[in-house]
């Protein structure tokens, strides 16, 4: 079955302890991208990645690490977590380089920073 | 930085009811997406536009894509309690791989 899959889906942690939300895809998607999702907010593009070790900014990167050393794989890293990156995580693939095509989005990683 | 921005926030409709959604962009699209966002779910792509103007249709929904490519909207013809959810639009700027989502419109349908 054609997917993305997050880990975890639910996350508690402290302020300061890194922590990987990892993501994968079997669809042999040339794009991933990762979007935090807060009320009112929508959902706002974090780091994005046209291919392998091709990774660039979105318009919230600030306190995020992303690594892309395999196609079908896109960790998200929180190298010190703070309160403000409480919120809920979608990764996404696209067949397109580009990401102008259909987006797939895995099931969401909702973490809560203490 | 581009700004994309959805009217209404929410909207409560009777079933039977139409809707519209409004998106409007800051600066000019070259393409425009929606998704629809089930309670406690993922967004779900329903469909892309490309073309100024274009117009497409799935069943009940109709997407419509501006003459000047910076707006979008999304109608739905005799909402059904299935259609609850939050729709979105996103679009990309230019040659740019970077995608804004819009701040979505929460629909809830009540029998």
């Known amino acids: 079955e054609a997917q993305v899959t997050q880990n975890p889906r639910y996350l508690i942690t402290v302020t300061g302890k890194k922590l990987t939300v990892t993501c994968s895809q079997n669809?042999?998607?040339?794009?991933m991208s990762w979007y935090r999702q807060d009320p009112g907010l929508g959902l706002r593009q974090i780091y994005y990645s046209m291919n392998v070790e091709v990774t660039d900014k979105g318009d919230v990167p600030e306190g995020y690490k992303v690594s892309r050393k395999e196609k079908r794989n896109f960790p998200l890293i929180l190298e010190s977590p703070s309160p403000n990156q409480t919120s809920l995580y979608f990764c996404?693939?696209?067949?397109?380089?580009?990401?102008?095509?259909?987006?797939?989005f895995g099931p969401g990683t909702r973490l809560l920073v203490l | 930085g581009q700004q994309v921005m959805q009217i209404p926030q929410y909207q409560h409709v009777q079933e039977g009811e139409d809707f519209t959604t409004y998106c409007n962009s800051s600066t000019t699209l070259s393409n425009i997406q929606w998704y629809k966002q089930r309670p406690g779910g993922h967004p779900v792509f329903l469909i892309q536009l490309v073309k100024s103007g274009e117009v497409k249709k799935q069943k009940r929904l109709t997407f419509q894509f501006g003459e000047a490519k910076k707006n979008s909207s999304l109608h739905i013809t005799a909402t059904q309690t299935t259609d609850v959810g939050t729709y979105f639009c996103a679009g990309h700027t230019g040659t740019a791989s970077k995608l804004t989502f819009g701040t979505g419109t929460r629909l809830q349908v009540t029998l």
């Open positions: 996404a693939s696209s067949r397109s380089r580009t990401g102008a095509e259909t987006q797939y």
């Open positions: 669809m042999n998607h040339e794009y």
